[in-house]
């Protein structure tokens, strides 16, 4: 997320992360791709930050509060569970009050067990101000944010919520079937409306360039396999049909391309975090992910994950790990992005990350509103830190 909304063209006020070794890898980066450039990382727990010290300094608060929580693949204690980092978004966003904010998080948020605590997030993010009491449990929060929508109240802070909208970002670019949860939030003064990315690309384009025109497999220099059966009847139908209009799914090879086959144990002396691991095995309901489709969605685990997600399935049958560099690959990492610590705590970092191409998409679109909003407030009456700052600021949780 930090380095997606970085090219985006926000600049960073801080980035807080308590984990050491994730803190590591954003400083380790930060020099080549300006993610840490302007101040440290703040290396705090979210709950121990005194947020005030960047009140009105942020444009843009994003945040991936902690999802084991809310994971399909956790204990499913929600809100009851320490680790749910919400409590500490809403604080920032009361001291912050800043012009946007994002949210990304897993899907699981979105179950029905979930419903209520959902609700109450998006009616929290409306009213930053007005804080839960001492002692109060957030059904009863719930009921007096509840109260002023229904009396269609104005508070001096308000935001604007858009979603949760669930994405599949293999529509979007990313070589990886993940799904996940997003929240936007605009403050109300500002006057603008969000509007959520339309797909880029598709499956049908995919299976268009596999089975219909062929160009997927010269583009690889492969000689074209046969149609699964599956996809018998389809592929006359994809071959009468005109080309479709979005950009194919990108797949594993397309991921992979360029880079060697690792070699178990071996450091690669031209690529970073790039060392094979032996052990993998299939079994059922661990299989892998196939080379010529997108891969599985990619877990914050080493390996032996539910489900093969971590794991290449080769065109000969064989299966092994996904390396790190790999895993960065199909997660939209530049290659000379580092990751520090060891393969478990890199393939945590990765697995817990949002793709770098959708933090750049969302925020890039965020960019544009709140440039232009800025713009006309400059033409209008402009103020010294208006002119002296062109750029946004933005603090990442």
């Known amino acids: 997320m930090a380095l997606g909304i970085q090219r985006a063209g926000f600049r960073h006020v801080a980035l807080v992360e308590r984990n050491h ?7 380790t980066n930060g020099v080549s791709h300006g993610v840490t450039r302007s101040l440290p990382v703040c290396e705090l727990d979210a709950a121990e930050v005194h947020y005030d010290r960047w009140a009105g300094q942020v444009h843009l608060l994003a945040g991936g509060p902690p999802c084991q929580s809310f994971s399909i693949a956790g204990k499913h204690a929600g809100e009851t569970d320490s680790r749910n980092g919400f409590p500490h978004l809403f604080r920032a966003a009361q001291a912050l009050r800043p012009q946007a904010i994002l949210i990304e998080n897993v899907q699981g948020l979105a179950r029905s067990a979930f419903q209520p605590y959902l609700d109450y997030i998006a009616l929290q993010l409306r009213y930053p101000s007005v804080t839960a009491r001492p002692n109060e449990v957030w059904p009863s929060h719930k009921q007096r944010l509840e109260r002023l929508t229904r009396e269609r109240a104005h508070l001096d802070l308000e935001y604007r919520v858009y979603g949760p909208r669930i994405l599949n970002l293999v529509d979007y670019g990313v070589p990886q079937q993940r799904r996940r949860l997003f929240i936007v939030a605009l403050r ?3 006057q603008v409306e969000w509007e959520w990315p339309t797909p880029t690309h598709s499956q049908d384009a995919l299976l268009y360039e596999q089975w219909g025109t062929g160009v997927y497999w010269e583009r690889h220099q492969l000689t074209p396999p046969k149609p699964p059966l599956a996809l018998t009847n389809r592929v006359g139908r994809l071959r009468a049909c005109p080309a479709p209009t979005e950009a194919p799914w990108r797949t594993v090879r397309d991921a992979l391309i360029g880079l060697p086959t690792p070699v178990d144990g071996q450091v690669c002396p031209s690529i970073a975090n790039h060392i094979g691991i032996s052990g993998a095995r299939a079994y059922y309901g661990h ?4 080379y010529d489709a997108p891969a599985k969605t990619l877990k914050a685990g080493d390996h032996g ?13 064989a299966v092994r790990y996904f390396t790190v560099r790999e895993s960065a690959r199909l997660q939209t990492f530049p290659d000379d992005y ?4 060891s393969r478990t705590e890199a393939m945590r970092q990765i697995g817990n990350a949002l793709p770098v191409r959708v933090a750049e998409l969302l925020a890039g679109r965020l960019l544009a509103l709140l440039t232009a909003t800025q713009s006309k407030r400059i033409k209008s009456q402009p103020s010294a830190r208006q ?8 603090v990442g949780l």
């Open 21 to 27: 070794t994730a803190c590591e890898t954003l400083r």
């Open 188 to 190: 109300s003064d500002l």
């Open 287 to 290: 299989s892998g992910s196939a």
């Open 305 to 317: 994950v539910p489900g093969g997600e971590n794991m290449l399935l080769s065109d000969d049958g």
């Open 338 to 341: 580092i990751f520090c610590g």
């Open 387 to 394: 002119l002296a700052h062109p750029l946004l600021d933005i």
